[in-house]
């Protein structure tokens, strides 16, 4: 298995503002994906990073709102860019053990947007 | 559409009342089905994968089965400390990588 630390665990942003969260793993891995997890619901899937290519978005998310880097192997960050309160939400870094099997998680990010 | 739903959305038993969990899937092809759970505030945390119908995976109270379209996840005995969120996802097959998650069902044990 893989420890993902995520950070920050929680913060509280004014509206207009943009919040970089930070996703290290402590072994290399190929791909690392970006959950946003809104209150009472379930996992939705921002973008999937991988090293040294473009992040690749899913339905409903941008580039230009969440930017993904992705600058080696352990380590990745995602961008909430030009915050509104609908942005307020848990979000959740994640690996896999090995490609198509089971997801490990960071601790997810706590974001409040006021 | 590949989709998943869980069943119950919430579920309180009494400790020692033993229950499950269910996850409905229906998509074009299964690459592997996922239970996690989920505490408050927290990322969720691996349980078990599946892969095919008839295979089952166990772990101290709980135990997971699958078939063609549904898995279970069956609680024997619960414990306070049992409770939590626990979610369902599959891995679809058609060569991408994405897993879709379910909602979730929010399990309360009381002692």
């Known amino acids: 298995s893989a420890v993902i630390s995520q950070k920050p665990s929680r913060d509280i942003c004014q509206r207009g503002t943009s919040l970089t969260i930070q996703c290290q793993v402590d072994s290399q891995v190929t791909m690392m994906f970006w959950y946003r997890q809104q209150p009472g619901q379930s996992l939705t899937l921002i973008a999937t990073?991988?090293?040294?290519?473009?992040?690749?978005?899913e339905s409903g998310f941008v580039i230009d709102k969440f930017p993904i880097s992705r600058p080696n192997l352990t380590f990745s960050t995602l961008t909430v860019s030009n915050m509104s309160p609908e942005d307020s939400s848990i979000y959740l870094c994640?690996?896999?053990?090995?490609?198509?099997?089971?997801?490990?998680f960071g601790q997810g990010t706590r974001l409040t947007v006021v | 559409e590949d989709q998943v739903t869980q069943s119950p959305e919430a579920l309180r038993l009494q400790e020692g009342e033993s229950s499950s969990l269910n996850c409905s899937y229906t998509v074009s092809g299964l690459r592997g089905l996922f239970w996690y759970r989920q505490d408050p505030g927290k990322g969720p945390e691996f349980l078990f994968t599946l892969y095919s119908a008839g295979e089952e995976k166990e772990k101290e109270r709980l135990k997971a089965t699958l078939t063609k379209k549904e898995s279970f996840l069956h609680i024997t005995a619960p414990k306070p400390e049992d409770s939590a969120t626990y979610l369902c996802a599959v891995l679809p097959d058609g060569g991408g990588f994405k897993t879709i998650f379910g909602a979730g069902t929010r399990l309360f044990v009381k002692a």
């Open positions: 994640s690996v896999e053990s090995t490609p198509n099997t089971e997801a490990f």
């Open positions: 990073a991988n090293q040294g290519s473009e992040a690749t978005y």
